[in-house]
């Protein structure tokens, strides 16, 4: 009777520290087309499709021979789910043919795509809300966003920005970004000039 009380007891406590563990973790669910791709995790090859990880910052690959591997790099939260949808890209003509020869899964690839669209856009909103009044356009100068130049990798990541044919010009697209109420120290901002396209990081 009193090792049977313990085994209960110990049990709940197994159950509980376990749980308190997966509370700790984030899970993500990986979706991916062609299903047979090598998923690689954090620079592991991995064979499950649901898994608990870390909170924090990973990175994600799928890749299949006749296509573009797909890499994205993604932030999970405590405790939250996250799904993951990769789409390696086909370039060979046998992948092409495998694709035409099955239009359902066509279909499921562009359903994917527009969920990564639908993520990123929620991304963007949340993490660069300067994005509500962009693109600015002046007669003196145009503020823009695109894609980072410090983390051309990271989808995640933008950049402003600013096209403007001098100095003082640029130094009031400046001023406009600080009039909306945002500070330009908190964003990496590319300087594109009018006459002469070059690229200047600030």
Known sequence: MVLSLFAILALTAYLIFTGNRNTDLSKIKINVIPEDSTITLDGSVIKERTLDVQPGEHSIEASKEGFKPHKLDFETAKGA????????????????????????????RESFASQNVTEQQAIFENEYPILTVLPYISADFRVDYGVSKKYPDNPNKIALYITAISPELRKMAVNWIMSQGYNPAEYEIVFVNFDNPFIEND
Request: aromatic content about 8%; proline content about 11%; glycine content about 0%.
């Open 81 to 108: 789910t996250k799904e993951i949808y990769l789409l390696p890209e086909p370039t060979s003509e046998e992948a092409l043919e495998w694709l035409r020869a099955n239009p359902d899964i066509q279909l499921r």
